[in-house]
């Protein structure tokens, strides 16, 4: 199949964009979190071709895009005063919010599921793909499976040139990894997936939240997972990746020792000058936002540094440190290395 290559800033390529969808045909489109993989949520077989383009677990559920919060009635069973009031405290924006599904559900969005999960983004090119075509959307990451999300159109370019119909340039995502995922078809809530939206934001609109134990934590065997997208590996380069905990000094000088063994670093900017290694920054130590907009480019690019083992340094799982926390500990198989 030819992918078309569409610009947003360009006049008609949003409505080019639109009519596809419309059609079935699958779009990598812009928001603000990360590329998305588009189809009409409501048309089944346009769905069931994002597992395959993408080769997706078909048990793993898509959420579903609108542009517009009076869309969301038509996808659920109810709507329930709390689900309102976290609408209207964060949305728009990098969150998602899972309620029992209407029956105008297709059981691929959400295979084996009496849920459905919904998401009304903030970028504007996403929101006017949405309008323009007049249907929600479902959208997974426009990654190949298994593939660290993406946040260019050239990522998704990459990872889906000839499977999908078109991808839409809209420029860099602006949050960098995937919406914030919370069920609110349990009690208490439960965070499924943490990103820009923090647990402390959530819980200043809910009260207590449970975190979902899979999101810093390996699943145990056998436990079925509560989001099937925790269960697989995830955003894994090649080369093998190791979180090294401890301070900045003691991380310079373990790297540094490994230097004969073809060892690389995923660092910090502040951490580079001192590194006798290869190296790739994702922002800065304390700059949380800053590394969850980079680390999926910086994962992209780890296996061009021609290393044996990658060791990387992690943030506290806490406010947005806890999203790159969650994604790092799976791009790294839950490999951590304490020193000092
Ligand atoms: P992605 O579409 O690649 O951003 O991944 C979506 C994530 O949300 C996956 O981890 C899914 O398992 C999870 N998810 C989507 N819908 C539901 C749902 N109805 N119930 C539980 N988890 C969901
Ligand atoms: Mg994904």
């Not at 190949?144 to 995502?173: F, M, N, Q, Y």
């Not at 200043?204 to 509560?226: F, I, S």
Request: aromatic residues 6%.
């Amino acid at each position: 199949m030819k992918t078309e290559f569409l610009n947003a800033g360009t006049p008609g390529h949003i409505e080019r964009a639109a009519q596809i969808l419309r059609e079935g045909g699958l779009v990598g489109i812009p928001t603000e979190t990360v590329y998305g993989l588009a189809a009409n949520a409501l048309d089944g077989k346009a769905c069931a071709r994002i597992f395959e383009a993408k080769g997706r677990p078909v048990d793993n559920p898509l959420i579903v895009h609108i542009s517009d919060i009076s869309q969301w009635d038509a996808l659920v069973k109810e709507i329930p005063e709390r689900a309102r009031k976290l609408a209207e405290a964060y949305w728009p924006g990098p969150l998602t919010i899972i309620l029992p599904k209407a029956d105008c559900i297709p059981q691929e969005v959400s295979p084996g599921l009496e849920t459905v999960s919904v998401r009304f983004p903030s970028h504007p090119v996403a929101r006017a793909v949405i309008s323009a075509a007049g249907i929600p959307l479902a959208a997974p990451s426009a990654n190949l499976s298994g593939r660290p999300s993406p946040t260019t159109a050239e990522h998704v370019w990459h990872d889906l040139k000839g499977r999908i119909e078109a991808v839409l340039d809209g420029g860099e995502c602006g949050v960098g990894v995937e919406s914030t995922v919370v069920s609110l078809a349990c009690d208490p809530p439960r965070l499924l997936r943490p990103g820009g939206i923090t647990l402390e934001q959530l819980e200043a609109v809910l009260g207590h939240v449970e975190v979902d134990p899979a999101v810093t934590h390996p699943l145990a065997e056998g436990v079925k997972a509560a989001s099937p997208g925790m269960k697989y590996k995830h955003y894994a380069p090649k080369v093998p990746v190791k979180i090294v905990e401890g301070s900045r000094e003691a991380y310079i000088d373990f790297v540094n020792s490994h230097k004969k063994d073809k060892a690389a670093a995923l660092c910090y900017d502040g951490d580079a000058a001192a590194l006798e290694v290869p190296y790739i920054c994702y922002g800065g130590e304390n700059d949380p936002d800053c590394q969850a907009r980079e680390l999926f480019d910086a994962l992209r690019h780890l296996d061009e540094l021609d290393a044996e083992v990658v060791f990387a340094r992690c943030p506290p799982p806490e406010g947005v440190g806890l999203a790159v926390y969650n994604r790092l500990i799976r791009a790294a198989g839950f490999e951590v290395i304490h020193i000092d």
